[in-house]
Structure formats: structure tokens, C-alpha cells
């Protein structure tokens, strides 16, 4: 079992950046994805961006050039910065990490971002 906290959210201006973290627990950290998916009211939950056990990253259409993620396998931790935030970046923020079979998957319980003057 894996437990996964999210931190980092917050209220920010448009324009304005926000680095969220994910920290996991355990010895297998290294060697799993991991993945931020994102859930605003009355939406569906979407995938955000994905980094891989070996650094490979994947980024929705919607943040690429504005968003970047990397993880800090001594940490224990994945971050995601965000830039250039915008009020349809408002939304909860989901940490999912996920190991090599359908059992291995945890998620955090989300942090919250607004982008509002």
C-alpha cells in the first residue's frame, strides 16, 4: 500500500505560476508512473500530465508549453509547475501513482487550485 499527499495549491492570479508536489510513500517509488489528473465541478476528470519510471513525460494539449513535470526519486516526489495560469486551470488536482499491475494504483486526496482575480 502506497499513500500519496498532494500539497501546494492554492489561490493565484492569471498569469501568475504554482508548483504542486506529490509525495508517495514506500521503497518502490522509482520504479512507478506518475500522473496528475485534474476534476473541476460538473467536469470530467482529466489527465494533466505523466512522467514514466524513466523520466518520459506526456502533457495534455490544453497546458502544453505552460506546464512541466519532474520527479525527485530521493524525495519520494513529483512535482508539477505550472505557468501562465489561466481560469480554466481552476480545478482540484489528483496525484495518481501507479505500479506494474491493475491492483497498483493510488491516488492522493487532491489539492485545490483557482486562478481568480
Known amino acids: 500500500q502506497v499513500q500519496v499527499v498532494e500539497s501546494g495549491g492554492g489561490l493565484v492570479q492569471p498569469g501568475g505560476s504554482l508548483r504542486l508536489s506529490c509525495a508517495a510513500s514506500g521503497s518502490m517509488f522509482r520504479t512507478y508512473a506518475v500522473a496528475w489528473y485534474r476534476q473541476a465541478p460538473g467536469k470530467q476528470r482529466e489527465l494533466v500530465a505523466l512522467?514514466?519510471?524513466?523520466?518520459?513525460?506526456n502533457f495534455a494539449d490544453s497546458v502544453k508549453g505552460r506546464f512541466s513535470i519532474s520527479r525527485d526519486n530521493a524525495k519520494n516526489t513529483v512535482y508539477l509547475q505550472m505557468s501562465s495560469l489561466t481560469a480554466e486551470d481552476t480545478a482540484v488536482y489528483y496525484c495518481?501513482?501507479?505500479?506494474?499491475?491493475?491492483?497498483?494504483?493510488?491516488w492522493g486526496q487532491g489539492t485545490q487550485v483557482t486562478v481568480s482575480l
Open positions: 495518481n501513482v501507479v505500479g506494474p499491475g491493475p491492483e497498483y494504483t493510488y
Open positions: 512522467i514514466t519510471s524513466g523520466g518520459r513525460t
